[in-house]
């Protein structure tokens, strides 16, 4: 699944779940990608999981989005922890759907993957070329949730 696609007719029905239950899962799959690239110094920037409506259906469909990043640490080790992640997330359930230069004029690394079991996918996209890159290096994460239907009675506009 790509983390951009919404469910449509030709897709299974979206999973019912509790908003506090999706954004545990979304959280702990960032602490999961953190683990992976197993970068220890630096910081941490960015919140926990939040709520997304899907077109679809606003009023009962729901995503997760959690972007973060991680900042305050050399280049060289920010590489490796990008190859690190690159490496492990196949042999940690996760699918490699796309690695690259993205279209930026720093033309920064990303890597787009997707859970092999959950309704989630990752891109991230590391950050140590060009001028923004040599100016605040950092990896950038973004875990993403396809859409999920929330319980009879929930009020998505409340979750935010």
């Known amino acids: 699944m790509n983390a951009e696609d919404t469910n449509d007719a030709t ?3 979206p999973t019912v779940l509790a908003v506090n239950e999706a954004r545990t899962k979304a959280n702990n799959i960032s602490s999961q990608i953190l683990d992976l690239i197993g970068i220890k110094e630096g910081k941490v920037a960015g919140g926990g999981a939040g709520v997304s409506l899907c077109d679809e259906d606003p009023d ?3 995503l997760m989005r959690h972007p973060w990043s991680i900042y305050e640490v050399k280049p060289d080790t920010l590489e490796a922890g990008f190859q690190r992640l690159r490496e492990k997330l196949p ?3 996760w699918k490699v759907v796309a690695y690259g230069r993205d279209t930026s004029a720093n033309k ?3 890597l787009t993957a997707d859970s092999e079991k959950d309704p989630f996918s990752v891109n991230v996209s590391l950050h140590v070329t060009g001028p923004s890159g040599t100016k605040e290096p950092m990896i950038q994460v973004n875990v993403v949730s ?3 239907r929330a319980p009879e009675g929930t009020d998505l506009n409340k979750e935010f």
Request: glycine share 14%.
């Open 108 to 110: 920064n690394l990303e």
């Open 146 to 148: 396809g859409c999920f």
């Open 60 to 62: 009962h469909l729901y």
């Open 11 to 13: 897709t299974a029905e």
């Open 91 to 93: 042999k940690n359930g």
